[in-house]
């Protein structure tokens, strides 16, 4: 892949160029993978979608991710068509199929199916839900472990969950995309986003933390990301290294934080040095993300062992 800087960058693997994909219970080579134009995701994003992590052969925590995956389909009315272990068995055969047993990402990816025509009304429907499983090797980038991102401040903000719950995990990630395009184009990595009381709220695809005087804050998460990863490096950091809490915080106080990072499944943990170009701290990794990213790793390791 290109080199980026990214939260979402990673090394991958020959073996991914030839990977099948899981397409509604059978394989297809990526390079053939394709649903109709006529789909409701690809129509209007009318879906849901969960990552996670294949770790010496287990699912990292599967049943987070299963409820948030089924709650999101229950909330917008979306009948997935098949049950939490069926679920669980396709996402296993797929990394079976293509021989992945670890550092592995999956991507499933479920709309509401093929519609009749392009239209926002969900009763014009064709089909069952279209299910779609991705499975590729990609190990985080040990070179952001060093160096951290860069963000810059979007002025596309965080939605309140009456105009779009990111809670749900939808396919729509439009905003979120701008927010990027905005911090790319400033010569930053990701994009740090606020609510709409000014508040600090996420990144554009990941969830943001700052460490002052020995402190973990994020945010209470009403206007980000329900992130599976946020919640347990929220929960090692408060039982190993010190208080860990939620709570509103200011642009002003992320800029004068000791130290920063941001949060997802595919990266871990990964450090933040700089805001608008405000060096975070010293402008160099801080001692308590090293420990927070050593008690996350460990973690992971002990829980898939």
Same mark, same amino acid.
């Given at each position: 892949?290109?080199?980026?800087?990214?939260?979402?960058?990673?090394?991958?693997?020959?073996?991914?160029?030839?990977?099948?994909?899981?397409?509604?219970?059978?394989?297809?080579?990526?390079?053939?993978?394709?649903?109709?134009?006529?789909?409701?995701?690809?129509?209007?994003?009318?879906?849901?979608?969960?990552g996670l992590r294949l770790v010496?052969?287990?699912?990292?925590?599967?049943?987070?991710?299963?409820?948030?995956?089924?709650?999101?389909?229950?909330?917008?009315?979306?009948?997935?068509?098949?049950?939490?272990?069926?679920?669980?068995?396709?996402?296993?055969?797929?990394?079976?199929?293509?021989?992945?047993?670890?550092? $592995?990402?999956?991507? +499933?990816?479920? #709309?509401?199916? @093929?519609?009749? /025509? *392009?239209?926002?009304?969900?009763?014009?429907?064709? %089909?069952?839900?279209?299910?779609?499983?991705v499975a590729e090797i990609k190990?985080?980038?040990?070179?952001?472990?060093? $160096?951290?991102?860069? +963000?810059?401040? #979007?002025?596309? @903000?965080?939605? /309140? *969950?009456?105009?779009?719950?990111?809670?749900?995990? %939808?396919?729509?990630?439009?905003?979120?995309?701008?927010?990027?395009?905005?911090?790319?184009?400033?010569?930053?990595?990701?994009?740090?986003? +606020?609510?709409?009381?000014?508040?600090?709220?996420?990144?554009?695809?990941?969830?943001?933390?700052?460490?002052?005087?020995?402190?973990?804050?994020?945010?209470?998460?009403?206007?980000?990301?329900?992130?599976?990863?946020?919640?347990?490096?929220?929960?090692?950091?408060?039982?190993?290294?010190?208080?860990?809490?939620?709570?509103?915080?200011?642009?002003?106080?992320?800029?004068?934080?000791?130290?920063?990072?941001?949060?997802?499944?595919?990266?871990?943990i990964t450090p933040v040095t700089?805001?608008?170009?405000?060096?975070?701290?010293?402008?160099?990794?801080?001692?308590?993300?090293?420990?927070?990213?050593?008690?996350?790793?460990?973690?992971?390791?002990?829980?898939?062992?």
């Amino acid at each position: 892949m290109a080199s980026t800087s990214s939260a979402q960058s990673y090394d991958g693997d020959p073996k991914n160029d030839a990977a099948l994909v899981y397409l509604n219970g059978e394989f297809v080579h990526r390079d053939k993978a394709s649903v109709s134009v006529f789909d409701a995701g690809f129509v209007l994003g009318d879906g849901i979608w969960e990552g996670l992590r294949l770790v010496n052969g287990k699912l990292l925590s599967l049943d987070l991710h299963l409820d948030r995956l089924f709650e999101g389909a229950k909330a917008i009315s979306l009948d997935i068509g098949l049950g939490r272990q069926e679920i669980t068995d396709a996402i296993l055969a797929t990394c079976e199929t293509n021989g992945f047993t670890t550092d $592995t990402h999956i991507r +499933l990816m479920i #709309s509401r199916g @093929r519609k009749t /025509t *392009p239209n926002q009304d969900p009763r014009f429907m064709a %089909s069952g839900a279209t299910i779609v499983i991705v499975a590729e090797i990609k190990r985080p980038r040990a070179q952001f472990a060093e $160096t951290g991102l860069t +963000l810059f401040t #979007s002025t596309f @903000r965080c939605s /309140t *969950p009456d105009v779009f719950d990111l809670h749900l995990n %939808s396919h729509s990630r439009l905003n979120l995309i701008q927010a990027l395009i905005q911090a790319i184009a400033a010569g930053a990595d990701e994009a740090l986003m +606020l609510d709409h009381r000014g508040y600090v709220a996420s990144c554009n695809s990941t969830n943001f933390f700052i460490v002052r005087k020995g402190e973990l804050w994020t945010s209470p998460g009403l206007y980000s990301f329900n992130g599976i990863t946020r919640s347990h490096v929220s929960r090692l950091y408060g039982e190993q290294i010190g208080p860990s809490m939620q709570k509103d915080f200011t642009l002003a106080q992320a800029y004068s934080a000791d130290e920063a990072f941001v949060t997802g499944t595919l990266g871990g943990i990964t450090p933040v040095t700089r805001i608008d170009g405000h060096p975070i701290g010293d402008g160099t990794v801080g001692p308590k993300t090293r420990e927070a990213a050593r008690a996350y790793w460990d973690w992971v390791r002990e829980t898939c062992a």
